[in-house]
Protein backbone atom coordinates (compact mmCIF):
# COMPACT_ATOMS: atom_id res chain seq x y z
CA UNK A 1 0.00 0.00 0.00
CA UNK A 2 2.69 2.17 0.76
CA UNK A 3 4.46 1.95 -2.32
CA UNK A 4 1.15 2.94 -4.22
CA UNK A 5 0.86 5.84 -1.95
CA UNK A 6 4.36 6.94 -3.18
CA UNK A 7 3.98 5.64 -6.86
CA UNK A 8 0.83 7.77 -7.13
CA UNK A 9 3.16 10.97 -4.92
CA UNK A 10 5.53 10.73 -7.27
CA UNK A 11 3.20 10.60 -10.31
CA UNK A 12 1.32 13.94 -8.65
CA UNK A 13 4.55 15.30 -8.31
CA UNK A 14 5.67 14.59 -12.18
CA UNK A 15 2.22 16.17 -13.31
CA UNK A 16 2.91 19.52 -10.98
CA UNK A 17 6.57 20.39 -11.07
CA UNK A 18 8.32 22.69 -13.53
CA UNK A 19 9.26 21.20 -16.73
CA UNK A 20 13.14 20.66 -16.56
CA UNK A 21 13.64 17.10 -17.75
CA UNK A 22 16.50 15.65 -16.65
CA UNK A 23 18.80 13.77 -18.36
CA UNK A 24 20.47 10.47 -16.94
CA UNK A 25 23.86 11.54 -17.58
CA UNK A 26 23.51 14.92 -15.56
CA UNK A 27 26.13 15.79 -13.16
CA UNK A 28 25.47 17.57 -9.97
CA UNK A 29 26.48 21.19 -11.36
CA UNK A 30 25.10 20.66 -14.51
CA UNK A 31 21.43 19.62 -13.17
CA UNK A 32 21.90 22.92 -11.25
CA UNK A 33 22.78 24.56 -14.62
CA UNK A 34 19.69 23.13 -16.34
CA UNK A 35 17.14 23.62 -13.15
CA UNK A 36 18.74 27.71 -13.08
CA UNK A 37 18.36 28.18 -16.73
CA UNK A 38 15.26 26.61 -16.98
CA UNK A 39 13.25 29.20 -14.97
CA UNK A 40 14.81 31.76 -16.74
CA UNK A 41 14.15 30.74 -20.10
CA UNK A 42 10.43 30.26 -18.62
CA UNK A 43 10.11 33.59 -17.33
CA UNK A 44 9.19 36.76 -20.29
CA UNK A 45 10.83 39.70 -20.52
CA UNK A 46 10.75 41.51 -23.73
CA UNK A 47 12.90 44.91 -23.86
CA UNK A 48 11.20 47.46 -21.17
CA UNK A 49 9.36 44.74 -19.52
CA UNK A 50 12.16 42.72 -17.73
CA UNK A 51 10.34 42.91 -14.26
CA UNK A 52 9.42 39.18 -14.30
CA UNK A 53 12.91 38.24 -15.09
CA UNK A 54 14.26 40.90 -12.16
CA UNK A 55 12.16 39.00 -10.21
CA UNK A 56 13.31 35.05 -11.05
CA UNK A 57 17.11 36.65 -11.10
CA UNK A 58 16.42 37.95 -7.49
CA UNK A 59 15.50 34.60 -6.23
CA UNK A 60 17.77 32.59 -7.77
CA UNK A 61 20.59 34.79 -6.21
CA UNK A 62 22.26 33.43 -2.98
CA UNK A 63 20.74 34.59 0.33
CA UNK A 64 23.87 36.70 1.19
CA UNK A 65 23.65 38.50 -2.22
CA UNK A 66 22.55 42.26 -1.60
CA UNK A 67 20.59 43.46 -4.68
CA UNK A 68 19.83 47.37 -6.01
CA UNK A 69 17.72 48.18 -9.22
CA UNK A 70 18.66 51.30 -10.30
CA UNK A 71 16.30 53.77 -12.15
CA UNK A 72 16.63 52.20 -15.60
CA UNK A 73 15.84 49.49 -14.05
CA UNK A 74 19.22 47.48 -14.26
CA UNK A 75 19.88 44.91 -11.31
CA UNK A 76 23.19 45.34 -9.49
CA UNK A 77 24.90 42.98 -7.13
CA UNK A 78 28.34 44.00 -5.32
CA UNK A 79 30.43 41.94 -3.95
CA UNK A 80 33.67 42.84 -1.98
CA UNK A 81 35.78 45.52 -1.71
CA UNK A 82 38.46 48.23 -3.10
CA UNK A 83 40.10 48.36 -6.62
CA UNK A 84 40.40 48.20 -9.17
CA UNK A 85 36.72 47.44 -9.56
CA UNK A 86 35.71 44.57 -12.39
CA UNK A 87 32.13 44.80 -13.89
CA UNK A 88 30.51 41.41 -15.40
CA UNK A 89 27.10 43.04 -16.76
CA UNK A 90 24.25 40.03 -18.17
CA UNK A 91 21.19 41.65 -20.15
CA UNK A 92 17.82 40.33 -18.74
CA UNK A 93 15.92 41.13 -21.55
CA UNK A 94 14.62 39.60 -24.73
CA UNK A 95 13.47 40.21 -28.86
CA UNK A 96 9.30 40.52 -29.32
CA UNK A 97 7.11 42.96 -29.70
CA UNK A 98 5.36 45.68 -28.67
CA UNK A 99 1.67 46.80 -29.15
CA UNK A 100 1.51 49.89 -31.08
CA UNK A 101 -2.37 50.44 -31.69
CA UNK A 102 -5.43 48.11 -31.04
CA UNK A 103 -7.26 48.25 -34.68
CA UNK A 104 -11.17 48.76 -34.84
CA UNK A 105 -11.89 45.16 -35.10
CA UNK A 106 -9.85 44.22 -32.58
CA UNK A 107 -6.44 43.14 -33.38
CA UNK A 108 -2.89 44.90 -32.55
CA UNK A 109 -0.37 46.10 -34.65
CA UNK A 110 2.89 45.66 -33.51
CA UNK A 111 6.34 47.21 -33.38
CA UNK A 112 9.58 45.05 -33.25
CA UNK A 113 11.74 45.44 -29.84
CA UNK A 114 15.09 44.00 -31.07
CA UNK A 115 16.29 42.35 -34.61
CA UNK A 116 14.85 38.99 -35.77
CA UNK A 117 12.99 37.40 -38.67
CA UNK A 118 9.33 37.97 -38.35
CA UNK A 119 8.61 35.24 -40.38
CA UNK A 120 9.23 33.09 -36.75
CA UNK A 121 6.44 34.19 -34.77
CA UNK A 122 3.98 34.69 -38.37
CA UNK A 123 1.14 31.73 -37.63
CA UNK A 124 2.61 31.24 -34.32
CA UNK A 125 0.62 31.42 -30.90
CA UNK A 126 0.92 34.39 -29.19
CA UNK A 127 1.04 35.79 -25.73
CA UNK A 128 0.05 39.60 -25.14
CA UNK A 129 1.97 40.37 -21.57
CA UNK A 130 -0.30 43.48 -19.96
CA UNK A 131 2.11 43.53 -16.92
CA UNK A 132 -1.03 42.05 -15.07
CA UNK A 133 -1.70 39.09 -16.99
CA UNK A 134 -1.25 37.69 -20.25
CA UNK A 135 -3.60 37.53 -22.69
CA UNK A 136 -3.48 34.32 -25.19
CA UNK A 137 -4.36 34.59 -29.31
CA UNK A 138 -2.14 34.65 -32.32
CA UNK A 139 0.54 35.52 -34.74
CA UNK A 140 -2.12 36.31 -37.85
CA UNK A 141 -0.84 34.14 -41.05
CA UNK A 142 -0.49 36.30 -43.80
CA UNK A 143 -3.56 36.65 -46.55
CA UNK A 144 -1.08 37.24 -49.68
CA UNK A 145 2.61 37.64 -50.72
CA UNK A 146 3.41 33.75 -50.09
CA UNK A 147 6.08 34.06 -52.30
CA UNK A 148 8.59 36.02 -50.13
CA UNK A 149 10.53 34.43 -47.38
CA UNK A 150 8.93 37.09 -45.02
CA UNK A 151 5.58 38.36 -44.35
CA UNK A 152 3.88 41.82 -44.12
CA UNK A 153 4.01 43.79 -40.80
CA UNK A 154 2.71 41.31 -38.44
CA UNK A 155 -1.11 41.57 -36.53
CA UNK A 156 -2.21 39.80 -33.69
CA UNK A 157 -5.63 38.73 -33.04
CA UNK A 158 -6.91 37.65 -29.07
CA UNK A 159 -10.26 36.52 -30.70
CA UNK A 160 -12.42 39.65 -29.32
CA UNK A 161 -13.78 41.52 -32.74
CA UNK A 162 -13.69 44.94 -31.09
CA UNK A 163 -11.17 47.55 -29.68
CA UNK A 164 -13.37 47.69 -27.06
CA UNK A 165 -13.22 44.10 -26.13
CA UNK A 166 -9.54 43.98 -26.04
CA UNK A 167 -8.98 46.61 -24.50
CA UNK A 168 -11.26 45.43 -21.85
CA UNK A 169 -8.79 42.62 -21.58
CA UNK A 170 -6.31 45.16 -20.43
CA UNK A 171 -4.65 45.37 -23.42
CA UNK A 172 -3.17 48.58 -24.41
CA UNK A 173 -0.23 50.27 -26.71
CA UNK A 174 2.86 49.11 -24.86
CA UNK A 175 1.88 45.81 -23.53
CA UNK A 176 4.67 43.55 -24.78
CA UNK A 177 3.86 40.17 -27.46
CA UNK A 178 6.11 37.10 -27.16
CA UNK A 179 5.15 33.41 -28.18
CA UNK A 180 4.86 30.43 -25.57
CA UNK A 181 8.04 29.06 -24.81
CA UNK A 182 9.47 26.03 -22.95
CA UNK A 183 13.16 24.87 -22.07
CA UNK A 184 13.33 21.61 -23.57
CA UNK A 185 16.23 19.28 -23.44
CA UNK A 186 17.76 17.61 -26.56
CA UNK A 187 20.17 14.59 -26.54
CA UNK A 188 22.93 14.52 -24.15
CA UNK A 189 24.04 17.80 -22.60
CA UNK A 190 21.53 20.30 -25.31
CA UNK A 191 18.87 21.86 -24.87
CA UNK A 192 16.40 24.51 -26.37
CA UNK A 193 14.43 27.33 -25.63
CA UNK A 194 14.05 30.66 -26.94
CA UNK A 195 15.81 33.61 -25.13
CA UNK A 196 19.03 32.10 -24.53
CA UNK A 197 20.34 34.80 -25.56
CA UNK A 198 20.70 36.17 -22.79
CA UNK A 199 19.01 34.02 -19.81
CA UNK A 200 22.62 32.03 -20.23
CA UNK A 201 24.51 35.34 -19.46
CA UNK A 202 22.02 35.78 -16.55
CA UNK A 203 22.30 31.88 -15.34
CA UNK A 204 26.05 32.26 -16.08
CA UNK A 205 25.95 35.04 -13.51
CA UNK A 206 23.75 33.49 -10.86
CA UNK A 207 25.55 30.16 -11.07
CA UNK A 208 29.24 32.43 -10.27
CA UNK A 209 27.75 34.19 -7.62
CA UNK A 210 26.08 30.64 -5.66
CA UNK A 211 29.71 29.34 -5.67
CA UNK A 212 32.31 32.56 -5.10
CA UNK A 213 34.79 32.38 -2.69
CA UNK A 214 33.97 35.43 -1.36
CA UNK A 215 36.82 34.76 0.74
CA UNK A 216 39.70 35.21 -2.21
CA UNK A 217 38.44 38.74 -3.72
CA UNK A 218 41.03 41.18 -4.08
CA UNK A 219 38.82 44.09 -5.45
CA UNK A 220 35.27 44.49 -5.94
CA UNK A 221 33.46 42.95 -8.41
CA UNK A 222 30.30 44.06 -9.42
CA UNK A 223 27.82 41.76 -11.25
CA UNK A 224 24.72 44.12 -13.32
CA UNK A 225 21.81 42.41 -14.97
CA UNK A 226 20.97 44.75 -17.70
CA UNK A 227 17.58 46.38 -18.96
CA UNK A 228 16.91 46.95 -22.76
CA UNK A 229 20.05 45.45 -24.47
CA UNK A 230 18.40 44.58 -27.58
CA UNK A 231 17.37 48.35 -28.53
CA UNK A 232 20.39 49.41 -28.35
CA UNK A 233 22.15 48.42 -25.40
CA UNK A 234 20.09 51.18 -23.15
CA UNK A 235 20.54 49.53 -19.63
CA UNK A 236 24.04 49.10 -19.77
CA UNK A 237 24.53 52.69 -21.21
CA UNK A 238 22.97 54.33 -17.60
CA UNK A 239 25.16 51.65 -15.72
CA UNK A 240 28.29 52.70 -17.68
CA UNK A 241 27.87 56.44 -16.90
CA UNK A 242 27.07 55.51 -13.26
CA UNK A 243 30.26 53.75 -13.07
CA UNK A 244 32.52 56.21 -15.26
CA UNK A 245 36.09 55.94 -15.11
CA UNK A 246 35.75 53.76 -12.14
CA UNK A 247 35.51 50.70 -13.43
CA UNK A 248 38.99 48.67 -14.47
CA UNK A 249 37.60 46.30 -16.52
CA UNK A 250 34.25 44.95 -17.72
CA UNK A 251 33.08 41.46 -18.88
CA UNK A 252 30.09 41.70 -21.50
CA UNK A 253 28.33 38.04 -20.54
CA UNK A 254 26.52 37.11 -24.24
CA UNK A 255 25.89 35.27 -26.83
CA UNK A 256 28.44 34.22 -28.86
CA UNK A 257 26.33 33.67 -32.16
CA UNK A 258 27.75 30.70 -33.76
CA UNK A 259 28.02 29.62 -37.25
CA UNK A 260 28.23 25.65 -36.12
CA UNK A 261 25.06 25.21 -38.02
CA UNK A 262 24.67 23.70 -41.54
CA UNK A 263 22.99 26.95 -43.13
CA UNK A 264 25.99 29.34 -42.04
CA UNK A 265 28.92 30.50 -44.07
CA UNK A 266 32.18 29.64 -42.31
CA UNK A 267 34.03 32.42 -42.90
CA UNK A 268 34.15 33.50 -39.17
CA UNK A 269 31.83 32.61 -35.53
CA UNK A 270 32.59 28.83 -35.81
CA UNK A 271 32.50 27.93 -32.03
CA UNK A 272 31.68 24.72 -31.68
CA UNK A 273 28.51 23.45 -29.27
CA UNK A 274 30.29 21.31 -26.71
CA UNK A 275 33.74 22.95 -26.87
CA UNK A 276 33.26 25.66 -23.95
CA UNK A 277 32.97 29.22 -23.60
CA UNK A 278 33.90 31.69 -26.09
CA UNK A 279 36.18 34.65 -26.03
CA UNK A 280 34.15 36.93 -28.22
CA UNK A 281 37.51 38.86 -29.25
CA UNK A 282 35.92 41.19 -31.96
CA UNK A 283 32.44 42.10 -32.61
CA UNK A 284 30.52 44.73 -34.33
CA UNK A 285 30.70 46.80 -30.68
CA UNK A 286 34.06 46.20 -29.72
CA UNK A 287 37.58 44.82 -29.86
CA UNK A 288 39.11 43.37 -26.67
CA UNK A 289 42.35 44.50 -26.26
CA UNK A 290 44.57 41.00 -27.33
CA UNK A 291 46.56 41.16 -24.40
CA UNK A 292 43.61 40.68 -22.30
CA UNK A 293 42.40 37.81 -24.37
CA UNK A 294 45.89 36.25 -23.54
CA UNK A 295 45.01 36.96 -19.62
CA UNK A 296 41.76 35.59 -20.50
CA UNK A 297 42.58 32.52 -21.28
CA UNK A 298 45.59 32.39 -18.78
CA UNK A 299 42.65 32.40 -16.01
CA UNK A 300 41.37 29.47 -18.24
CA UNK A 301 43.66 27.21 -18.13
CA UNK A 302 44.79 27.83 -14.71
CA UNK A 303 41.77 26.76 -13.42
CA UNK A 304 41.07 23.84 -16.42
CA UNK A 305 38.03 25.52 -18.18
CA UNK A 306 37.55 24.97 -21.61
CA UNK A 307 37.61 28.43 -23.71
CA UNK A 308 37.32 28.85 -27.04
CA UNK A 309 38.81 32.18 -29.23
CA UNK A 310 36.32 34.01 -31.57
CA UNK A 311 34.83 37.03 -34.11
CA UNK A 312 30.79 37.18 -33.87
CA UNK A 313 28.28 39.93 -34.93
CA UNK A 314 26.41 41.98 -33.03
CA UNK A 315 26.71 44.25 -29.92
CA UNK A 316 27.45 43.92 -26.43
CA UNK A 317 26.51 46.11 -23.03
CA UNK A 318 30.53 46.03 -22.25
CA UNK A 319 30.85 48.59 -25.39
CA UNK A 320 29.11 51.17 -23.58
CA UNK A 321 31.75 51.35 -20.83
CA UNK A 322 34.51 51.68 -23.37
CA UNK A 323 34.21 55.36 -23.91
CA UNK A 324 35.19 55.26 -20.28
CA UNK A 325 38.29 54.13 -21.03
CA UNK A 326 36.96 51.09 -19.60
CA UNK A 327 38.55 47.46 -21.88
CA UNK A 328 35.86 45.43 -22.92
CA UNK A 329 36.48 41.93 -22.54
CA UNK A 330 33.38 39.80 -23.78
CA UNK A 331 32.95 36.20 -23.20
CA UNK A 332 29.63 33.92 -24.63
CA UNK A 333 29.04 30.74 -25.02
CA UNK A 334 27.92 29.16 -28.93
CA UNK A 335 24.59 29.23 -29.46
CA UNK A 336 22.93 27.99 -32.97
CA UNK A 337 19.57 29.51 -34.55
CA UNK A 338 20.11 32.98 -32.74
CA UNK A 339 16.77 35.26 -31.95
CA UNK A 340 14.56 32.27 -33.25
CA UNK A 341 12.68 29.50 -31.43
CA UNK A 342 14.89 26.78 -32.16
CA UNK A 343 17.58 28.44 -30.27
CA UNK A 344 20.33 25.57 -29.00
CA UNK A 345 22.84 25.34 -26.49
CA UNK A 346 25.03 22.90 -25.00
CA UNK A 347 24.75 22.68 -21.16
CA UNK A 348 28.53 21.86 -20.95
CA UNK A 349 29.47 25.45 -22.67
CA UNK A 350 26.97 27.39 -19.90
CA UNK A 351 28.62 25.78 -16.68
CA UNK A 352 31.58 26.24 -18.52
CA UNK A 353 31.05 29.58 -18.45
CA UNK A 354 29.66 29.63 -15.31
CA UNK A 355 32.77 28.39 -14.15
CA UNK A 356 34.95 31.23 -15.84
CA UNK A 357 33.25 33.84 -14.79
CA UNK A 358 34.03 32.80 -11.22
CA UNK A 359 37.39 32.46 -11.87
CA UNK A 360 37.89 35.81 -13.25
CA UNK A 361 36.29 37.31 -10.40
CA UNK A 362 38.27 35.22 -7.92
CA UNK A 363 41.64 35.38 -9.23
CA UNK A 364 41.80 38.53 -12.56
CA UNK B 1 -5.33 5.56 -10.94
CA UNK B 2 -1.03 5.76 -11.06
CA UNK B 3 -1.47 5.37 -14.48
CA UNK B 4 -3.54 8.67 -15.32
CA UNK B 5 -1.22 10.46 -12.92
CA UNK B 6 1.88 9.44 -15.06
CA UNK B 7 -0.23 10.04 -18.23
CA UNK B 8 -0.85 13.62 -17.05
CA UNK B 9 2.84 14.18 -15.99
CA UNK B 10 3.48 13.60 -19.61
CA UNK B 11 1.12 14.97 -21.43
CA UNK B 12 1.63 18.57 -23.07
CA UNK B 13 0.14 20.97 -20.51
CA UNK B 14 -3.72 22.43 -22.14
CA UNK B 15 -4.23 26.04 -21.43
CA UNK B 16 -7.71 24.77 -21.26
CA UNK B 17 -9.95 24.47 -18.27
CA UNK B 18 -12.56 21.28 -19.00
CA UNK B 19 -16.41 22.58 -19.01
CA UNK B 20 -17.74 20.07 -21.18
CA UNK B 21 -16.53 16.96 -23.36
CA UNK B 22 -16.37 18.49 -26.31
CA UNK B 23 -13.96 21.15 -24.73
CA UNK B 24 -11.97 18.71 -23.45
CA UNK B 25 -11.45 15.78 -26.28
CA UNK B 26 -10.84 18.73 -28.89
CA UNK B 27 -7.27 19.82 -27.73
CA UNK B 28 -6.37 16.59 -26.30
CA UNK B 29 -6.59 15.22 -30.24
CA UNK B 30 -5.92 18.62 -31.60
CA UNK B 31 -2.35 17.91 -29.51
CA UNK B 32 -1.73 14.06 -31.34
CA UNK B 33 0.40 13.70 -34.61
CA UNK B 34 -1.16 11.29 -36.97
CA UNK B 35 1.17 11.67 -40.30
CA UNK B 36 -0.92 10.54 -43.31
CA UNK B 37 -0.47 6.60 -43.23
CA UNK B 38 1.45 6.71 -39.98
CA UNK B 39 -1.64 7.12 -37.59
CA UNK B 40 -1.17 4.13 -35.30
CA UNK B 41 -0.87 6.31 -31.82
CA UNK B 42 -4.20 8.46 -32.84
CA UNK B 43 -6.20 5.43 -33.94
CA UNK B 44 -4.76 3.98 -30.70
CA UNK B 45 -6.22 6.46 -28.78
CA UNK B 46 -10.06 6.77 -30.96
CA UNK B 47 -10.21 2.43 -29.69
CA UNK B 48 -10.06 4.04 -26.07
CA UNK B 49 -12.55 6.70 -26.30
CA UNK B 50 -14.96 5.12 -28.60
CA UNK B 51 -16.85 1.44 -27.07
CA UNK B 52 -16.93 -1.18 -28.63
CA UNK B 53 -14.70 0.07 -31.72
CA UNK B 54 -12.10 -1.81 -33.13
CA UNK B 55 -9.40 -1.53 -36.54
CA UNK B 56 -10.41 -2.65 -40.10
CA UNK B 57 -7.30 -4.04 -42.34
CA UNK B 58 -7.28 -0.43 -43.48
CA UNK B 59 -6.29 1.02 -40.09
CA UNK B 60 -9.35 2.81 -39.98
CA UNK B 61 -11.21 2.77 -36.31
CA UNK B 62 -14.61 1.60 -36.96
CA UNK B 63 -18.00 1.78 -34.50
CA UNK B 64 -21.02 0.10 -35.12
CA UNK B 65 -24.04 1.81 -33.83
CA UNK B 66 -27.82 -0.01 -34.17
CA UNK B 67 -28.98 -2.72 -36.53
CA UNK B 68 -31.00 -3.26 -39.10
CA UNK B 69 -31.69 -0.41 -42.26
CA UNK B 70 -30.90 1.47 -43.70
CA UNK B 71 -27.01 1.28 -43.43
CA UNK B 72 -25.52 4.59 -43.13
CA UNK B 73 -21.70 5.57 -42.63
CA UNK B 74 -20.45 8.60 -41.06
CA UNK B 75 -17.00 9.21 -41.22
CA UNK B 76 -14.14 11.24 -40.19
CA UNK B 77 -10.65 11.35 -41.23
CA UNK B 78 -8.23 11.32 -38.64
CA UNK B 79 -4.77 12.42 -40.23
CA UNK B 80 -2.61 15.31 -40.76
CA UNK B 81 -0.34 16.74 -43.70
CA UNK B 82 3.43 15.95 -42.39
CA UNK B 83 6.71 15.04 -42.86
CA UNK B 84 9.17 12.02 -42.15
CA UNK B 85 12.52 11.68 -42.19
CA UNK B 86 14.25 11.11 -45.69
CA UNK B 87 17.87 11.05 -44.53
CA UNK B 88 20.37 11.58 -41.76
CA UNK B 89 23.52 13.64 -42.39
CA UNK B 90 26.95 12.50 -41.00
CA UNK B 91 26.90 15.40 -38.78
CA UNK B 92 23.85 14.30 -36.89
CA UNK B 93 21.20 16.49 -38.87
CA UNK B 94 18.19 14.94 -40.16
CA UNK B 95 16.33 15.80 -43.62
CA UNK B 96 12.89 15.65 -44.37
CA UNK B 97 10.27 14.55 -46.77
CA UNK B 98 6.71 15.67 -46.86
CA UNK B 99 3.70 13.28 -46.45
CA UNK B 100 0.50 13.79 -47.24
CA UNK B 101 -0.92 16.54 -49.53
CA UNK B 102 -0.93 20.49 -48.71
CA UNK B 103 -1.26 24.14 -50.05
CA UNK B 104 -0.26 26.43 -48.10
CA UNK B 105 3.52 27.76 -48.46
CA UNK B 106 3.30 28.68 -44.73
CA UNK B 107 2.86 25.10 -43.87
CA UNK B 108 6.61 24.35 -44.37
CA UNK B 109 7.66 27.81 -43.75
CA UNK B 110 6.17 27.14 -40.14
CA UNK B 111 8.92 24.66 -39.66
CA UNK B 112 11.94 26.99 -40.24
CA UNK B 113 13.54 28.10 -37.02
CA UNK B 114 10.78 25.81 -34.66
CA UNK B 115 10.52 23.23 -32.58
CA UNK B 116 9.22 19.69 -33.50
CA UNK B 117 8.28 16.36 -32.34
CA UNK B 118 10.13 13.21 -34.09
CA UNK B 119 8.22 9.65 -33.48
CA UNK B 120 11.02 7.05 -32.88
CA UNK B 121 11.08 3.81 -32.08
CA UNK B 122 12.21 4.63 -28.73
CA UNK B 123 9.76 7.18 -28.36
CA UNK B 124 9.07 10.77 -28.81
CA UNK B 125 12.60 13.16 -29.62
CA UNK B 126 12.27 16.82 -29.62
CA UNK B 127 14.32 18.16 -32.00
CA UNK B 128 14.41 21.97 -33.66
CA UNK B 129 14.80 22.85 -37.31
CA UNK B 130 17.63 25.27 -38.39
CA UNK B 131 17.44 28.99 -39.01
CA UNK B 132 19.85 31.14 -39.85
CA UNK B 133 20.75 33.61 -37.04
CA UNK B 134 19.80 37.52 -37.57
CA UNK B 135 23.51 38.39 -36.64
CA UNK B 136 25.00 36.73 -38.98
CA UNK B 137 23.27 38.40 -42.10
CA UNK B 138 24.20 41.19 -41.25
CA UNK B 139 26.80 43.07 -43.51
CA UNK B 140 26.30 40.73 -45.65
CA UNK B 141 24.12 41.06 -49.02
CA UNK B 142 20.27 39.87 -48.48
CA UNK B 143 18.57 39.65 -51.19
CA UNK B 144 14.24 39.04 -50.75
CA UNK B 145 14.95 35.06 -50.20
CA UNK B 146 12.41 32.38 -52.08
CA UNK B 147 9.94 30.78 -49.39
CA UNK B 148 11.40 28.30 -47.15
CA UNK B 149 10.59 24.93 -47.98
CA UNK B 150 11.40 21.37 -46.77
CA UNK B 151 14.07 21.25 -48.28
CA UNK B 152 15.84 23.72 -47.06
CA UNK B 153 15.24 22.17 -43.33
CA UNK B 154 17.85 20.61 -41.58
CA UNK B 155 16.66 19.28 -38.10
CA UNK B 156 18.94 19.53 -35.10
CA UNK B 157 18.17 16.75 -32.06
CA UNK B 158 21.21 17.78 -30.45
CA UNK B 159 23.18 14.90 -31.80
CA UNK B 160 26.75 15.51 -33.70
CA UNK B 161 26.49 12.17 -35.80
CA UNK B 162 24.24 9.97 -37.72
CA UNK B 163 24.90 7.01 -34.72
CA UNK B 164 23.81 9.33 -32.42
CA UNK B 165 20.56 9.98 -34.21
CA UNK B 166 20.18 5.85 -34.37
CA UNK B 167 21.21 5.76 -30.65
CA UNK B 168 17.86 8.07 -29.97
CA UNK B 169 15.51 5.36 -32.07
CA UNK B 170 15.59 7.62 -35.13
CA UNK B 171 15.82 6.72 -38.87
CA UNK B 172 14.16 6.92 -42.43
CA UNK B 173 10.58 6.91 -41.90
CA UNK B 174 10.43 8.35 -38.64
CA UNK B 175 7.12 10.74 -38.57
CA UNK B 176 8.51 13.91 -37.76
CA UNK B 177 5.55 16.99 -36.97
CA UNK B 178 5.57 20.63 -35.62
CA UNK B 179 5.79 20.55 -31.84
CA UNK B 180 2.10 20.97 -30.26
CA UNK B 181 0.80 23.60 -27.96
CA UNK B 182 -3.19 24.06 -28.58
CA UNK B 183 -4.24 27.89 -27.34
CA UNK B 184 -7.57 28.36 -26.55
CA UNK B 185 -7.85 32.30 -27.13
CA UNK B 186 -10.75 34.76 -27.25
CA UNK B 187 -13.37 32.35 -24.90
CA UNK B 188 -14.09 30.23 -27.23
CA UNK B 189 -11.56 29.61 -30.36
CA UNK B 190 -9.09 26.70 -30.32
CA UNK B 191 -5.87 27.01 -32.65
CA UNK B 192 -3.29 23.81 -33.09
CA UNK B 193 -2.23 22.85 -36.66
CA UNK B 194 -5.40 20.51 -38.20
CA UNK B 195 -7.38 22.12 -35.28
CA UNK B 196 -10.32 21.74 -37.87
CA UNK B 197 -10.02 17.89 -38.45
CA UNK B 198 -9.10 17.17 -34.67
CA UNK B 199 -12.21 19.09 -33.77
CA UNK B 200 -14.45 17.86 -36.16
CA UNK B 201 -13.03 13.74 -35.16
CA UNK B 202 -13.80 14.89 -31.62
CA UNK B 203 -17.00 15.95 -32.50
CA UNK B 204 -17.70 12.48 -33.78
CA UNK B 205 -16.57 10.70 -30.76
CA UNK B 206 -18.78 12.84 -28.51
CA UNK B 207 -21.38 12.05 -30.91
CA UNK B 208 -20.50 8.43 -31.05
CA UNK B 209 -20.60 8.22 -27.17
CA UNK B 210 -23.62 10.30 -26.58
CA UNK B 211 -26.97 7.99 -25.77
CA UNK B 212 -28.62 8.68 -29.11
CA UNK B 213 -30.84 5.82 -30.59
CA UNK B 214 -29.48 5.13 -34.33
CA UNK B 215 -32.12 5.35 -36.58
CA UNK B 216 -31.15 1.58 -38.18
CA UNK B 217 -27.71 1.20 -38.79
CA UNK B 218 -24.88 3.68 -38.42
CA UNK B 219 -21.21 2.85 -39.13
CA UNK B 220 -18.65 5.49 -37.46
CA UNK B 221 -15.34 5.66 -39.34
CA UNK B 222 -12.22 7.40 -37.87
CA UNK B 223 -10.24 7.06 -41.65
CA UNK B 224 -6.46 7.16 -42.23
CA UNK B 225 -4.50 8.68 -45.26
CA UNK B 226 -7.26 11.63 -46.00
CA UNK B 227 -4.64 13.39 -47.44
CA UNK B 228 -3.34 10.36 -49.83
CA UNK B 229 -4.74 10.48 -53.55
CA UNK B 230 -7.98 9.01 -53.73
CA UNK B 231 -8.40 8.76 -50.20
CA UNK B 232 -8.04 5.57 -49.74
CA UNK B 233 -8.89 4.87 -45.82
CA UNK B 234 -12.52 6.36 -46.80
CA UNK B 235 -12.67 4.32 -49.65
CA UNK B 236 -11.56 0.97 -47.75
CA UNK B 237 -14.20 1.96 -44.96
CA UNK B 238 -16.63 1.38 -47.95
CA UNK B 239 -15.88 -1.29 -49.33
CA UNK B 240 -15.03 -3.31 -46.15
CA UNK B 241 -18.18 -2.22 -44.04
CA UNK B 242 -20.89 -1.03 -47.12
CA UNK B 243 -23.17 -0.81 -48.71
CA UNK B 244 -24.22 2.21 -47.52
CA UNK B 245 -27.73 4.05 -48.23
CA UNK B 246 -25.75 7.34 -47.20
CA UNK B 247 -22.68 8.52 -46.05
CA UNK B 248 -21.71 12.09 -44.78
CA UNK B 249 -17.79 13.09 -43.83
CA UNK B 250 -17.47 15.24 -41.08
CA UNK B 251 -15.96 18.70 -41.46
CA UNK B 252 -15.34 21.55 -39.55
CA UNK B 253 -15.37 24.87 -41.17
CA UNK B 254 -11.40 26.30 -39.93
CA UNK B 255 -9.59 29.94 -40.86
CA UNK B 256 -5.66 29.68 -41.45
CA UNK B 257 -6.32 25.88 -42.60
CA UNK B 258 -2.43 24.46 -42.83
CA UNK B 259 -0.94 26.83 -40.33
CA UNK B 260 0.17 25.91 -36.47
CA UNK B 261 -3.00 28.13 -35.77
CA UNK B 262 -5.47 27.06 -37.45
CA UNK B 263 -8.30 28.01 -35.88
CA UNK B 264 -11.96 27.09 -35.60
CA UNK B 265 -14.40 27.99 -32.96
CA UNK B 266 -15.86 25.57 -29.93
CA UNK B 267 -19.45 26.72 -30.64
CA UNK B 268 -19.38 25.23 -33.78
CA UNK B 269 -18.33 22.17 -32.69
CA UNK B 270 -20.73 21.96 -30.26
CA UNK B 271 -23.34 22.89 -32.77
CA UNK B 272 -21.58 20.23 -35.14
CA UNK B 273 -21.84 17.37 -31.90
CA UNK B 274 -25.69 17.91 -32.25
CA UNK B 275 -26.38 17.68 -35.55
CA UNK B 276 -24.51 14.47 -35.67
CA UNK B 277 -26.42 13.26 -32.92
CA UNK B 278 -29.93 13.75 -34.91
CA UNK B 279 -28.00 12.37 -37.97
CA UNK B 280 -27.46 9.28 -36.22
CA UNK B 281 -31.13 9.35 -35.07
CA UNK B 282 -32.12 9.76 -38.40
CA UNK B 283 -32.55 13.39 -38.90
CA UNK B 284 -30.99 15.03 -41.73
Redesign the interface.
Known amino acids: MDR ?1 RR ?2 AL ?2 F ?2 ICP ?1 VPLSAQDTTALHETATVLGRLIETYGVSGMETPVRDAVKQLLPSWAQTQTDTAGNLWVKVGSGDPVVVFVAHMDEIGYAVDSIEDDGTLTLKNRG ?3 S ?2 F ?4 ALVHTGAKD ?8 DSG ?5 PPPLRV ?5 SRAATAALGIAPGATVTM ?1 KEF ?9 GRSFDDRVGDAAQILALRHLDRSKLRHQVIFVFSVREEVGLEGAAVAARTLGTSTARVHAIDTF ?3 D ?5 PNF ?1 VAKL ?1 HGAVARAID ?1 SSVTPPAYVDSLARVAASRGIALQVGT ?3 GNDGSTFVPFGVPDVAMGWP ?10 VDLRDVQSLADLVQAIAETW | MVRALLLLSVLPALRLSAQDPLTRLAPRLAAMTAVSGLEQAMTDTLLTLVPASTRDRAGNVIAVLGKGSPRRLLSCPVDEPGFVVGNVTDDGYLLLRRVGRVQNFLFDQSLEGHRVTLFGARGPVPGVVAVRSTHLTRGRPNPDQPPFTVDNAFVDVGASSAAEVQALGLAVLTPVALWKDPMLYGGSLLAAPDAGRRTACAALVAAATSRSKPKGTVVIAFTVEGLEGGNPGLAAAKALHGPFDDTREVTLPARFANTPVETVNLDDARALEKQLEEWIGGGK
Do not use: C, K, M
Request: a neutral charge; glycine letters at 10%.
Open positions: VTIGVLSSGFFSLEAQPVPGIFLPRFTRHNDVGTGPVRLADWRANVSASPLELAGNTNGLRYAHSPAEV
